[in-house]
């Protein structure tokens, strides 16, 4: 049976790098979404990450037992999960939208002055899902760890 899954959480700012962090989350969430078969959604604002995940129910709820284990981010909180029929997110491993003007208008309609998916409720998240499936795609170049360097072999 595949499922929905969503949460939101807080970035940790101990790693100041935050580009670094979200090319490293993408790179990861892709190569593990492929294999899997899981699809999805990553949306990052306000030192907030909201992510849907959608898959095979035991792969997501593993999947998901992991990410709260993840140190680059703390206070998860489980938003919902129900079964699905078709996935929304299906043209991608992981979709990632960056900052928008329309999600932005969204929260603001919630009375929300920042990007706070904490707040979302049952209709809300819905809609805000609407809003991420229509929104564009951001391209973030994910790394590869391969090369010499990065197996620690180093030139003459």
Same mark, same amino acid.
């Given at each position: 049976?595949?499922?929905? /899954? ?10 100041? %790098? ?5 090319? %490293? ?5 892709? %190569? ?20 849907? /995940? ?39 491993? @992981?979709?990632?939208? =960056? ?8 929260? /603001? ?11 979302? %409720?049952? =209709?809300?998240?819905?809609?805000? /899902? ?17 090369? @010499? ?8």
């Amino acid at each position: 049976m595949n499922v929905r /899954l969503c949460y939101a959480s807080q970035r940790n700012e101990k790693n100041e %790098d935050l580009l670094q962090d979200l090319r %490293d989350i993408l790179t990861e969430a892709r %190569d593990f979404n492929d294999l899997n078969e899981i699809c999805g959604v990553l949306y990052y604002a306000d030192n907030a990450f909201f992510q849907c /995940l959608e898959g095979e129910q035991e792969v997501v709820e593993q999947l998901f037992e992991k990410i709260q284990k993840d140190e680059r981010h703390y206070n998860v909180k489980w938003l919902c999960t129900y079964s699905i029929d078709q996935n929304a997110f299906q043209r991608w491993s @992981m979709k990632y939208v =960056q900052r928008n003007t329309n999600i932005e208008a969204f929260f /603001l309609k919630m009375g929300e002055n920042t990007f706070n998916p904490i707040s979302l %409720d049952q =209709q809300n998240l819905k809609n805000f /899902l609407n809003e991420l499936l229509v929104a564009e795609q951001t391209k973030v170049n994910t790394d590869k760890k391969v090369g @010499m360097v990065n197996r620690g072999v180093n030139p003459f």
